[in-house]
T-cell receptor, first 110, second 115 residues
């Protein structure tokens, strides 16, 4: 099956700093999602971004499908950005399913 | 609130108990999912239902029994569980377009502890 690798595994930031989270995947995809899991376990869909660039406030994401990677940018980080960030991809076709990476644990300190 | 509601949020049960987890989605989606998230492990897909029909059973032990009475409701019936089944169980839904681009929306999860 498709492989998803996220880096770095852990990240500690001072409030106000910027960061880049990376997701590499091993095959072509027609679905890529970034999720944020807060400390209470809730997974929030940040972006659906199989290709191109999107922005939502302080967050933006870019997927370069031909090179099989996606980047999530967090600017002016806040303590509420802490949690685990997951990248998930799907190849498409019959019975395709979303495959998750192991996640990146982000801690933003005041 | 994401539009996917899970109850209960927390559950503690003994190995001989029978309990159920419930998931309800208010998004008009036609596909629903159960995922298991154990400590230090990636999310594991358990079951997928499309239009109330089970289309995926990811080699899940029979002590977990899903039920999908309609496209808005999904249950996970639990019986004779083991302590290693303790985990966060996440429900999700999506609009299955049939092209493999299933954009998932998750519930808040049910944290299960098996004693």
């Amino acid at each position: 099956g498709i492989q998803v690798e996220q880096s770095p595994p852990d990240l500690i930031l001072q409030e106000g700093a910027n960061s880049t989270l990376r997701c590499n995947f091993s095959d072509s995809v027609n679905n890529l999602q970034w999720f944020h899991q807060n400390p209470w376990g809730q997974l929030i869909n940040l972006f659906y971004i199989p290709s191109g660039t999107k922005q939502n406030g302080r967050l933006s994401a870019t997927t370069v499908a031909t090179e099989r990677y996606s980047l999530l940018y967090i600017s002016s980080s806040q303590t509420t950005d802490s949690g685990v960030y997951f990248c998930a991809v799907e190849r498409g076709g019959a019975n395709s399913k979303l495959t998750f990476g192991k996640g990146i644990t982000l801690s933003v300190r005041p | 609130e994401t539009g996917v509601t899970q109850t209960p949020r927390h559950l503690v049960m003994g190995m001989t108990n029978k309990k159920s987890l419930k998931c309800e989605q208010h998004l008009g989606h036609n596909a629903m999912y159960w995922y298991k998230q154990s400590a230090k492990k990636p999310l594991e897909l358990m079951f997928v239902y499309n239009f109330k029909e089970q289309t995926e059973n990811n080699s899940v032990p029979s002590r977990f029994s899903p039920e999908c009475p309609n496209s808005s409701h999904l249950f996970l019936h639990l019986h004779t569980l083991q302590p290693e089944d303790s985990a966060l169980y996440l429900c999700a839904s999506s609009h299955n377009r049939g092209n493999g681009a299933n954009v998932l929306t998750f519930g808040a999860g049910s944290r299960l502890t098996v004693l």
